[in-house]
C-alpha cells in the first residue's frame, strides 16, 4: 500500500485545461492570518491552485503571496468568484477581482451562488443565472477566464442551464460542499456522467467538523497511521474529485497535501458513512438554495 506522498494529482476538465486535484481554500483567511504569506508558503510547499473569492475579501492578499513565492504565474491554478450581489455587473467585478489579485486571467470563474442578491435580499431569486452565465462565457472567449464553471448548482438548476441553446460552453466545475457526512451521490453521479467535476469545499467538514469527532475517520486515520485530515482528503482525490481544504497553518497546509491510497475497505467506510450516520451541510445560507 503506497504511503502518504504529496499529492501531485492533475485532472483535464472539460474544456481541455488541466487542474490540480488539491488546492488550497481561503474563505475565513484574512491579512490577520497572514494570508499573504500562508499562499506564499502553500505554494513553496507544492500547492499549484489556490481558491479565493470576492466575497472572500483577501484577493489582494492572495494576488500578494502568488507574486511572493516566485512561482510561474503559468504554473499556478487560481480560482475565483463572482458574488451574488455582481450578477448584473459580471465586468467589472471579473475586472476587480483580477487587478486585486494581480493578475491578468484567471484559471477558473464561477458564479459563487445561484442567487442574484444577498442572502438576506427578499428580492433575491434562486434560478439557474443563465444570463450571469453568458457574461462568463465572454470571459471565457476572450481567454480572460481559461475555464468557467458554476457552485452551489443543484442538478435541476444544472440542467436547466444546460438547456438554453445559447449556453454553448459546459461549466468544467460544480464547487459545492462534499465529504464523508455529505458525499452528494446523486450529483456526484450526474456530474460524472455529464463530464463536469466536483470542487469538494468544506472538505473537513469546516471549522469545528464533527468530522473530526468521528469514530470511523478516527479509526482509519489510526489505522493508516496519518492524520484525520488526511483521510478525508485522500478519499476526495480517490472518488476523482477536486478538493481545497483550508488552512492558515504551516504545518497543517504541509501535511494536508500528503494523500494516500486509502484501502478499499476504509475508502467502502466512508462511502457509506453518510448513509449510516445521517447527512450534515456545513454550509447552508439559504436552505432553498438547495432544493430544485
Ligand atoms: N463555493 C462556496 O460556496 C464555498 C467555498 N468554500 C471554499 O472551500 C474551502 C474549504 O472549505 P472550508 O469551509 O474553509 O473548510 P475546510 O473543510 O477546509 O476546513 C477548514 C477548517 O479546518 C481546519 N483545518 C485545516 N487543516 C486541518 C488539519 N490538518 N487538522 C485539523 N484541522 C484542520 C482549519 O483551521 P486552520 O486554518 O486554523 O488550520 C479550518 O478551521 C474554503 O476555504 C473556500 O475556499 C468553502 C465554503 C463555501
Ligand atoms: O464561501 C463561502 N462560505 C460560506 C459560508 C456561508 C455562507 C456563504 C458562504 C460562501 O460563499
Redesign the pocket.
Known amino acids: 500500500m503506497p504511503g502518504l506522498q504529496d499529492n501531485t494529482k492533475v485532472y483535464t476538465l472539460n474544456d481541455g485545461n488541466k487542474i490540480p486535484a488539491v488546492g488550497l481554500?481561503?474563505?475565513?483567511?484574512t491579512s490577520e492570518d497572514n494570508i499573504k504569506e500562508v499562499v506564499e508558503s502553500a505554494l513553496k510547499n507544492g500547492y499549484r491552485h489556490i481558491?479565493?473569492?470576492a466575497i472572500y475579501g483577501n484577493e489582494e492578499d492572495v494576488g500578494e503571496g502568488i507574486k511572493a513565492s516566485g512561482v510561474p504565474r503559468e504554473e499556478i491554478f487560481v480560482t475565483t468568484?463572482l458574488w451574488n450581489d455582481d450578477h448584473k455587473n459580471v465586468r467589472a467585478a471579473f475586472e476587480e477581482s483580477l487587478k486585486k489579485l494581480q493578475l491578468d486571467y484567471v484559471d477558473l470563474y464561477?458564479i459563487?451562488?445561484p442567487l442574484d442578491g444577498s442572502f438576506d435580499n427578499k428580492n433575491a431569486k434562486i434560478s439557474d443565472a443563465y444570463e450571469t452565465y453568458l457574461e462568463l462565457q465572454k470571459l471565457k472567449k476572450e481567454g480572460k477566464a481559461k475555464s468557467i464553471g458554476v457552485?452551489?448548482y443543484t442538478q435541476g438548476r444544472l440542467e436547466s442551464l444546460l438547456s438554453h441553446p445559447e449556453v454553448t460552453i459546459k461549466p468544467v466545475v460544480n464547487?459545492i460542499?462534499a465529504?464523508p457526512l455529505l458525499p452528494q451521490t446523486e450529483l456526484y453521479n450526474y456530474l460524472k456522467k455529464n463530464d463536469i467535476f466536483i470542487t469538494a469545499?468544506?472538505?473537513?467538514?469546516?471549522?469545528d467538523?464533527p468530522l473530526?469527532k468521528e469514530k470511523n475517520v478516527l479509526r482509519i486515520a489510526e489505522k493508516n497511521d496519518v492524520?484525520?485530515?488526511q483521510v478525508l482528503i485522500s478519499w476526495a482525490v480517490q472518488r476523482d474529485t477536486i478538493v481545497?481544504?483550508?488552512?492558515?497553518?504551516t504545518s497543517?497546509l504541509v501535511?494536508?497535501i500528503k494523500t494516500f491510497q486509502l484501502p478499499d475497505e476504509d475508502f467502502e467506510v466512508l462511502n457509506e458513512l453518510a448513509a449510516v450516520e445521517g447527512e450534515k451541510r456545513?454550509?447552508d445560507p439559504l436552505p432553498a438554495i438547495f432544493q430544485d
Do not use: M
Not at 481554500?25 to 483567511?29: Q, V
Not at 481545497?244 to 497553518?249: A, D, F, Q, Y
Open positions: 481554500g481561503t474563505w475565513r483567511a481558491d479565493t473569492a468568484k464561477l459563487h451562488w457552485s452551489n464547487q460542499e465529504h469545499y468544506s472538505p473537513l467538514g469546516s471549522a467538523s473530526f492524520e484525520p485530515a481545497i481544504p483550508k488552512s492558515v497553518k497543517r501535511s494536508n456545513t454550509n
